[in-house]
């Protein structure tokens, strides 16, 4: 069984970093696309960065300069370099993994940036 795990979260003050993981577990297989998505309080959940296998990255126009997508194929991990964060940026954080038609989440790490 396919498991996303998250690590990394927690309380920063504005301008400050976090750097997210998620690692993969029991797929037997290199995912094709994995990433981060964010659920911000109230809203609806939103792309944050996208790293496909062969190396391009897609990144959500809130984070673009700021944020850092990463992976480690041999270890089915992907992470996320979170710099100069705002209170905007307040959300629970998922990794997003796809191999073909499947699709993985994992069960979110709260990050919360002061003002």
């Known amino acids: 069984q396919v498991q996303l795990v998250e690590s990394g979260g927690g309380l920063v003050q504005s301008g400050g970093s976090l750097r997210l993981s998620c690692a993969a577990s029991?797929?037997?297989?290199?995912?094709?696309?994995m990433g981060w998505y964010r659920q911000p309080p109230g809203k609806q959940r939103e792309l944050v960065a996208v790293l496909l296998t062969g190396g391009s990255a897609n990144y959500g126009d809130s984070v673009k300069g700021r944020f850092t997508i990463s992976r480690d194929n041999a270890e089915n991990t992907v992470y996320l370099q979170m710099n100069s964060l705002k209170p905007e940026d307040t959300a629970v954080y998922y990794c997003n993994a796809l191999y073909y038609a499947r699709v993985y989440w994992g069960q979110g790490t709260q990050v919360t940036v002061s003002s």
């Open positions: 029991g797929s037997g297989f290199s995912f094709h696309v």
